[in-house]
């Protein structure tokens, strides 16, 4: 085999010694390097999880914050739809003539107050966050009973709203479009019922009578026939 025709100090890094040595250097820093990104994820995830806990602990709050607003935006439209406290006097004129009562007038006024997102949206995220953001909270089952009454109360103010501005001849095709939205919000009021009436939001007491139902119907399926 042919030698190297190099110093003396070129022969000492191509002898075997000097390739295991920078062979064990390298796979050295590249085991610190996958230490340190293990370190690197482990210390990422956990601030992940803490930030995520933090979240947590104010889902409750944020939904009742929500539904607060939403009662609230409901209860001023409810003032103007009957004119209590002098509300109505603040519900705007139509741009068009119209010979209809007072009720009437303010209701077409109103009914963006019951038909709209901004009432529908907010109780619908209440319910996402206590009962599917990171399990139940303490209180999701009051929660969703409190969103369960806006939810219905809105409806029936929509409802009345929108039958009471059914005689004023509107151009286009508002009264549809209204209620398709009313539409909505009854759906909206669907899903949180059936969230309110899910296994893990019943009462202990309704889940023990339906287990002792349960029970006393198996029994007497398995007793003999005469």
Known sequence: MPRCRCCHRCSIQHSPVRRQGHNAAVALFFANGDKMSDQLGDDVSLEAAQTWDAARRVREPVAWALLAFTAIYVLVGACQLFNLAGAGDSVPALPFPVRVNGFALRA?????EFVAAIVIAPPVLS?????FSGGLTDHARQVVQTTVAVQAVTFVLGVISLAGAAGISRPGSWFILEAAVLAIGATAL?????????????????????????????????????
Do not use: Y
């Open 108 to 112: 077409s006024a109103t009914v963006p």
């Open 127 to 131: 319910v996402v966050l206590v009962a």
């Open 190 to 226: 669907i899903f949180t019922g059936a969230v309110l009436r899910s296994q893990p939001l019943r009462p202990k007491w309704e889940i023990l009578e339906d287990d002792d139902q349960d029970i006393g119907d198996q029994d007497a399926d398995d007793r003999p026939q005469d």
